[in-house]
């Protein structure tokens, strides 16, 4: 056996031994728990600013992503709205 072999070998027990432990871990209520706190608090903190930067540039005049969105909605309605009449235009052509 060669030293490769061997080493293979011990990283794959310590990777699965390490595997098992680090699984139970972080299923521990006592480890889910503060962490879904602090990825609430962190989806707040992240809301409340996007939420700020938003009223930033609404205050400016300039469109938010919210006023883009709806813009780019109302063109998509627009052109499948236009792809209808031609298709309906062009099948009165065929006829």
Do not use: Y
């Amino acid at each position: 056996m060669n030293g490769w072999d061997i080493w293979k070998k011990g990283f794959d027990a310590w990777e699965n031994a390490t595997a098992r432990v680090l699984a139970e871990w972080l299923k521990s209520p006592l480890v889910l728990g503060p962490s879904g706190a602090l990825l609430s608090a962190m989806m707040r903190s992240k809301a409340a600013g996007d939420q700020a930067l938003a009223t930033f540039w609404g205050t400016m005049g300039l469109p938010t992503k919210r006023d883009q969105e709806r813009t780019l909605h109302a063109l998509n309605q627009l052109q499948s709205r236009i792809l209808d009449l031609e298709e309906r235009l062009a099948d009165d052509e065929r006829r």
